[in-house]
């Protein structure tokens, strides 16, 4: 399949005759369908061209892996791939998280959006990083607010993931 490049979405158009873009999106969940195309996420546009799914062209030159991970680099989107690449291969069904502050949504094997609600919610920190006491109580408020667990993928200085499951106690 062919996608093009612009603007940091990877656009996968609609042919008549051609079911696969829309089997990607019912059968795998990739993207979301608008108009007479498929739009992906710069990360899961990543994801397929390193599976051979996809490939990717950018004014009409293919753009190779390298190209794609530093530019996800440059959008200090790196962390968040590995993350999205190591869930999705473990066969989850990963949404964008953006309106509950986090990175994304995770769904359990079997289930989908609009056949079952996610199950955690996953924010993405760098080994280094420094939290904030209240931030991350925070994090935990909005899951427990929307009936999630928080996931929390810690990423080392080798890109290594490990991987906390928090939860909301009362005392």
């Not at 190209?67 to 791939?81: F, P, T």
């Not at 999205?84 to 989850?92: H, N, W």
């Not at 667990?149 to 993931?161: G, T, W, Y």
Request: include cysteine; charge should be negative; charged fraction near 30%.
């Amino acid at each position: 399949m062919r996608g093009n490049l612009s603007n940091e979405i990877v656009s996968v158009k609609i042919e008549e005759g051609s079911k696969r873009p829309i089997a990607l999106h019912e059968k795998s969940n990739f993207g979301k369908i608008e108009a007479d195309s498929l739009n992906l996420s710069l990360i899961e546009a990543c994801y397929l061209l390193e599976k051979g799914r996809l490939n990717i062209y950018e004014d009409d030159i293919e753009c190779t892996i390298g190209y794609i991970i530093d530019l996800l680099k440059e959008q200090d989107n790196y962390a968040k791939y590995i993350v999205y690449r190591d869930l999705k291969d473990r066969g989850y069904v990963i949404k964008t998280g953006f309106k509950f502050g986090s990175e994304f949504r995770l769904y359990d094997r079997g289930r989908s959006p609009g056949h079952g609600h996610s199950d955690y919610l996953v924010k993405v920190i760098f080994e280094n990083y420094n939290i904030d006491a209240l931030d991350f109580a925070s994090y935990i408020r909005v899951s427990h607010g929307v009936n999630k667990k928080l996931l929390l993928a810690i990423v080392d200085d080798d890109f290594d993931i490990t991987y906390y499951n928090i939860e909301w106690t009362r005392p």
